[in-house]
């Protein structure tokens, strides 16, 4: 009994000690893995990767700072009135619209990676904002601070790749629901009129309505501004040398003027906002008010501090933090993505014209720590402006700290500009915004996609009309999943071409996959086997050509495992060939009963000459034809069958036999 405890504790001893090692070999694992981690975050490449700021400063030329100044100038001020304009689409206070503004400039300086690309309010993400924010500051600022959190932590984890999965079409119809969206909302600034519902659908029949109470004095004014907008973007893209028709060097007076021309047109924004304010202050002071004017705006710089998660009306918390983010719903994934596709396509159609590459992942972060400190001077989400960063491209940027000269002139306007803000007219700045976003309507793009792919137009206009009639998010979702439908049906009905008795020997069936076979295609691929296979008079043998199966799973196998039982029940055989060596291998493993490889269908012929060495049968055929099909000579890597081109030479005379499934 003794010697039996014995033995036992000794055999549990020794089980563990065995787990002791193994606990301590994971772990010392774990560690070793840590560690190797942190050693790749400690070094000067890692450094470099994710502060752009360490590989451009160090070979910053003075000569290049003149260059920058001026560009990070007229970009601020093209920003300073569209922040106040954005502001007031968002239905928040002006002031907002700046806060937004200066914050990007600082960080992107820092962890941006395109030398042309500002962060900062844009239209699309001001109609997010004012989607799911209904007016309250305190919610913009927290919509702020976790969707840059959720951005950042995008980038950590190298998830920058989910927003492939919004196609072009939906990205189109998107964009140009918005322009829409957002011009209709801002009829109501340029006409005067008061209480017009922020929804689409709502605001045109509500706009029809109200029609009468129209103010003309603020229709003057934004008919006049949005004219001269116009006129001043379509002078500033004159290329006067080639309407010219000549290579000679225009004199000096003609220079100087056409750098006015573009100057003007440049800040031209600015230019219509400041004109239309003296207007007004000029009628003010001659005791006229005729013009809808902006609320004043609060002076001054914001406080840095942390986020307020709380909201509080009458000095009584009506909403706690969680109810906040259960308010603001599905803006919490849809602000983050959105902003970082249209950012990142605006970095990289401007890193193609200036030779670089960027960094999807590094973009993420930058514009996730942007939002996340931007919370903290109470911001709203921004992101990356197609506008302005053509304004610093043509401005002849050479790097990043062009944003910085941005940043310092829009704290300058908080901090001694901002009393004279409430002089702007409501119409000069609803002029400012239609003119912004008429050129995102994407009508260009409707016979692009008529002659290239006709199904994309199904995805354009279900997220077109889905955001103007349903809402963002509704619109989104509901194009996101037609483009996934139309990326997975080929997956569920797989081409495969079928050649009959007439072109095959009479007792053979070919069947050539003509794409992979997954799970979706599992019935589809069947019936299509069994609709010429299982007739009055079967055939003896099919023979499935796997040159384009490039993966299967376990339902692949199971219905293949399914399919022979049921053809041998029948009396036929199916065969396979020119199977990648991966997938035959597989299928190996899988021990299905009754599977017949070959490495061609020519072998799977010869073999079905030669007696049966299981049941002994004979099946004899007296055709050469599939001679013709081109199949490789062995299976040395680079000649592998899916390797080879899936192509079969069919005699003329029978063409018209191949069935196309």
Same mark, same amino acid.
């Given at each position: ?9 000794? /055999? ?50 003075? #000569? ?107 990205? #189109? ?59 001043? @973007? ?44 003296? /207007? ?21 710089? &914001?406080?840095?501090? &942390? ?61 996730? =720590? ?8 109470? !911001? ?46 409501? !119409? ?8 912004? =976003? ?8 409707? &016979? ?49 071409? =079928?050649?009959? !008795? ?26 299509? /086997? ?60 899988? @021990? ?18 030669? &007696? ?5 049968? =004979? ?35 029978? /063409? ?6």
């Amino acid at each position: 009994m003794c010697d039996t405890v014995d033995s036992g504790t000794q /055999v549990a001893i020794h089980e563990l000690g065995n787990r002791d090692g193994e606990d301590q070999g994971w772990r010392e694992d774990i560690k070793q893995g840590c560690s190797r981690f942190l050693r790749s975050c400690c070094t000067v490449k890692t450094a470099k990767t994710r502060l752009p700021i360490l590989t451009w400063l160090p070979t910053y030329r003075l #000569a290049w700072l003149f260059r920058d100044f001026v560009a990070g100038f007229t970009v601020g001020l093209t920003v300073i009135p569209q922040g106040l304009a954005y502001a007031a689409l968002a239905e928040l206070p002006l002031q907002y619209g700046l806060y937004s503004a200066f914050m990007g400039c600082f960080v992107y300086c820092v962890f941006g990676g395109s030398r042309h690309v500002t962060l900062g309010p844009t239209a699309i993400t001001t109609l997010m904002v004012a989607e799911y924010v209904n007016g309250e500051p305190v919610y913009a600022v927290v919509l702020c601070l976790l969707a840059g959190c959720v951005q950042f932590l995008m980038g950590v984890l190298h998830l920058g790749f989910l927003v492939n999965f919004i196609s072009f079409p939906v990205l #189109a119809g998107f964009s140009s629901a918005a322009a829409i969206t957002i011009a209709t909302s801002q009829v109501k600034l340029v006409l005067g009129l008061k209480n017009i519902p922020r929804s689409f659908i709502k605001a045109v029949p509500t706009i029809f309505q109200k029609i009468t109470h129209t103010n003309l004095s603020d229709m003057g004014m934004g008919i006049v501004c949005f004219v001269v907008l116009i006129v001043l @973007k379509k002078l500033k893209e004159v290329d006067w040398d080639k309407k010219k028709g000549t290579l000679q060097k225009p004199p000096l007076w003609q220079k100087i003027l056409r750098k006015v021309l573009w100057l003007f047109g440049t800040v031209r924004n600015a230019v219509v906002v400041v004109a239309a304010s003296l /207007v007004a202050y000029g009628l003010l002071t001659r005791g006229i008010s005729t013009f809808t004017l902006t609320k004043e705006i609060k002076p001054g710089l &914001p406080a840095f501090q &942390p986020p307020q998660f709380w909201l509080v009306k009458n000095g009584t918390v009506v909403k706690n933090g969680p109810e906040i983010i259960q308010d603001i719903g599905v803006g919490l994934v849809i602000v983050p993505l959105i902003g970082f596709l249209e950012s990142i396509a605006i970095g990289k159609a401007f890193a193609r014209k200036g030779n670089y590459r960027i960094d999807a992942t590094q973009e993420l972060i930058a514009i996730g =720590v942007t939002n996340m400190l931007g919370s903290f001077v109470s !911001a709203y989400p921004v992101t990356g402006s197609f506008g302005r960063t053509a304004v610093n491209y043509q401005s002849g940027v050479k790097t990043q700290l062009g944003g910085l000269f941005t940043g310092i002139l829009v704290i300058l306007a908080l901090a001694f500009l901002t009393p004279s803000f409430k002089y702007i007219p409501s !119409a000069a700045l609803g002029a400012v915004i239609i003119s912004a =976003v008429i050129q995102m309507v994407e009508y260009s793009v409707i &016979p692009v996609f008529w002659r290239v792919k006709k199904l994309d137009l199904l995805a354009f206009f279900v997220t077109f009309f889905g955001v103007l009639l349903l809402g963002i998010q509704y619109g989104i979702a509901l194009g996101v999943g037609v483009s996934l439908i139309i990326l997975l049906y080929p997956s569920a009905r797989p081409r495969a071409t =079928v050649y009959p !008795a007439s072109i095959a020997p009479d007792d053979v069936l070919i069947v050539q996959l003509e794409s992979g076979l997954n799970f979706p295609a599992v019935d589809y691929m069947r019936d299509v /086997v069994a609709k010429d296979a299982f007739k009055e008079k079967p055939y003896k043998n099919v023979v499935m050509r796997c040159c384009c199966v490039s993966d299967i799973d376990c339902t692949v196998v199971q219905a293949l495992d399914q399919l022979i039982e049921e053809f041998e029940a029948r009396g036929l055989k199916l065969h396979f060939s020119c199977m990648r060596p991966d997938i035959r291998a597989a299928l190996v493993r899988s @021990k299905i009963k009754g599977f017949r490889y070959f490495k061609t269908c020519e072998d799977a012929i010869a073999a079905m000459r030669e &007696p049966d060495q299981e049941n002994g049968e =004979v099946i004899m055929t007296d055709h050469a034809l599939l001679s013709n099909i081109d199949t490789p000579d062995d299976d040395t890597p680079g000649n592998t069958p899916d390797n080879v081109p899936c192509t079969i030479h069919i005699p003329a005379v029978n /063409v018209s036999k191949v069935t196309a499934v």
